[in-house]
């Protein structure tokens, strides 16, 4: 079983910056591809970005590519996300989610992913 806790989320101006952390908790999850997803309102949860076990694969969106960072620290049972240039297409809520069927590949399919935390809003003001 693997439980995840979203954090940083918050309101900020475009052209700001945030670092959202995933906490994780779970023997899985130490061992498992991580992903952010978001979604905005009224919209469909979408892919943002994909990390395998030991941070040696990551991938991104297109939307996000260049201005997203994933990493994780598996000591701390952590994964981030680090936003630069925020913009307002960008305010949704975010998710962690866990793929512990997955390990050194990464996906962008949701399917994939079968733990999920509960999100952290993310709002940028134009």
């Known amino acids: 079983q693997v439980q995840l806790v979203e954090s940083g989320g918050g309101l900020v101006q475009a052209g700001g910056s945030l670092r959202l952390s995933c906490a994780a908790s779970g023997r899985t999850s130490i061992n498992a591809t991580m992903g952010w997803f978001r979604q905005a309102p009224g919209k469909e949860r979408e892919f943002a970005a994909a990390i395998n076990w030991n941070g040696g694969r990551t991938s991104y969106a297109d939307s996000v590519k260049g201005r997203f960072t994933i990493s994780r620290d598996n000591a701390k049972h952590t994964m981030y996300l680090q936003i630069n240039s925020l913009k307002p297409e960008d305010t949704a809520v975010y998710y962690c989610?866990?793929?512990?069927?997955?390990?050194?590949?990464?996906?962008?399919?949701?399917?994939?992913?079968?733990?999920w935390g509960q999100g952290t809003q993310v709002t940028v003001s134009s």
């Open positions: 989610a866990a793929a512990s069927k997955l390990r050194i590949s990464v996906s962008r399919s949701m399917m994939n992913y079968d733990y």
